[in-house]
């Protein structure tokens, strides 16, 4: 436990000491500067002032993060936000925690061929991350974040008010007739559904099936793409012409989960990978 008096540099290498037991070099080092920067020290100010001596109410809190930590509690919970496409999301036990792999699906997005999008939807928004990074990349276009959870939808409320980021938040059962106007088009459909199957809670860390909702993140194994074939019917009817769709998939399921949306009439599909070279992530249209 850190004492009273200790200063930036100790306080930094007691940080990576303790994290080290937990988590990879780098994870540490990330998750020490997160810390850092939440009790008002970023990294800048650690390095040019390694001998100043925090007040004890700083290190009282970082001795309560680290016990937190230790329970398998995941550090951006603890902090009750994070980061994702340089927009601050808060989060809590009701919303995922957005991840590298989703951040690189939106910049595939961003990186794509100049076209008008007028419209998007995030199915399933959660935190509403996606909808809020693609705002802020595409600021002319309307936005859609939808979801079942009335909790999720509310922190994504407050993220876009934090951002300042105009959204049109709504509730939305994907799976059981969802509830929009027909004639509603959509240039862009984008979507992080549930795709792991419950069979691959046991191999996955505690910090991750012990914390956050299971509702977003699992589905079940005798049909484990029950959101895709939503997620294409949805857009058989909202998609507008040269409309795309973009999901993130299980690496296990690349090509089933394309084909769901051959099925469905889309002519061009793309599986394409993530950073680790696994299949996560088809771009669709027609």
């Given amino acids: 436990m850190l004492q009273n008096r200790a200063t930036l540099k100790q306080i930094r290498f007691h940080l990576l000491s303790e994290l080290r037991q937990i988590y990879t070099e780098n994870e540490s080092d990330s998750i020490t500067r997160m810390i850092l920067e939440h009790t008002g020290y970023p990294l800048s100010e650690t390095l040019r002032n390694p001998d100043h001596l925090p007040a004890p109410s700083v290190i009282a809190q970082i001795n309560e993060f680290?016990?937190?930590?230790?329970t398998g509690k995941p550090i951006q919970y603890i902090l009750g936000q994070t980061y994702f496409c340089d927009l601050k999301?808060?989060?809590?036990?009701?919303?995922?925690?957005?991840?590298?792999?989703?951040?690189?699906?939106?910049?595939?997005i961003k990186a794509?061929?100049?076209?008008?999008?007028?419209?998007?939807?995030?199915?399933?928004?959660?935190?509403?991350c996606i909808a809020l990074a693609l705002k802020w990349y595409f600021p002319d276009a309307e936005v859609w974040g939808v979801d079942i959870s009335k909790r999720a939808l509310s922190k994504?409320?407050?993220?876009?008010?934090?951002?300042?980021?105009?959204?049109n938040w709504g509730e939305m059962d994907l799976l059981n007739e969802p509830s929009m106007d027909r004639t509603t088009r959509f240039n862009l459909v984008v979507s992080n559904p549930p795709y792991v199957m419950n069979s691959e809670q046991k191999v996955m860390a505690y910090n991750v099936t012990g914390f956050e909702p299971e509702s977003a993140l699992f589905v079940e194994?005798?049909?484990?793409?029950?959101?895709?074939?939503?997620i294409a019917s949805f857009c058989n009817i909202h998609l507008a012409d040269?409309?795309?769709?973009?999901?993130?998939?299980n690496e296990q399921f690349g090509k089933e989960t394309a084909g769901i949306f051959k099925k469905e009439g889309f002519s061009r599909i793309h599986i394409l990978r993530d950073i680790n070279e696994k299949e996560r992530y088809i771009n669709a249209g027609r």
């Fill in 89 to 108: 999301i808060k989060v809590d036990k009701n919303v995922l925690i957005p991840r590298s792999e989703t951040e690189e699906m939106v910049e595939y």
């Fill in 112 to 128: 794509g061929p100049p076209q008008p999008i007028h419209r998007i939807i995030d199915l399933g928004t959660g935190s509403g």
């Fill in 66 to 70: 680290l016990a937190e930590i230790h």
């Fill in 156 to 167: 994504a409320g407050e993220n876009g008010r934090m951002n300042n980021l105009q959204i």
């Fill in 242 to 249: 040269k409309g795309e769709v973009w999901v993130e998939i």
């Fill in 221 to 230: 194994d005798n049909d484990p793409l029950i959101f895709y074939r939503a």
